[in-house]
């Protein structure tokens, strides 16, 4: 028997809600299906998930959608705890270095919310 491998989610704030809400039903679907990939696969393909190379830790959901892309911003807390935060569409090759810039504020917000407790 394969042993079940699980990942929890949580969302931060309301960074990632923003960005869920504001898509169609279609991309609110797959943004589902790959975050059902980064909960329950041991290895999640990089064609899902990737690192976002010069950043601490931070990881990026790839979501392609027709000829739509969109990406959610992620990191892992605890081991198996992959904290969510907010998303954007992309329109170039290259992920925005304001995007990243972003996502790095909040995970410090994070860490430092958590710290307090």
Not at 46 to 74: P, Q, W
């Amino acid at each position: 028997m394969t042993e079940r491998f699980l990942r929890d989610t949580f969302v931060y704030k309301n960074y990632f809600w923003d960005f869920y809400n504001s898509l169609s039903s279609k991309v609110q679907d797959k943004v589902d299906f790959v975050i059902g990939l980064v909960r329950t696969l041991r290895i999640v393909p990089e064609k899902f998930l990737k690192h976002l190379e010069g950043t601490d830790a931070l990881y990026e959901m790839r979501i392609k959608v027709g000829s739509n892309i969109f990406r959610v911003f992620c990191f892992f807390d605890e081991g198996n705890l992959v904290i969510l935060l907010g998303g954007f569409q992309k329109k170039s090759e290259k992920t925005p270095p304001k995007e990243i810039a972003k996502a790095e504020k909040q995970k410090m917000e994070y860490y430092y919310e958590k710290s307090k407790e």
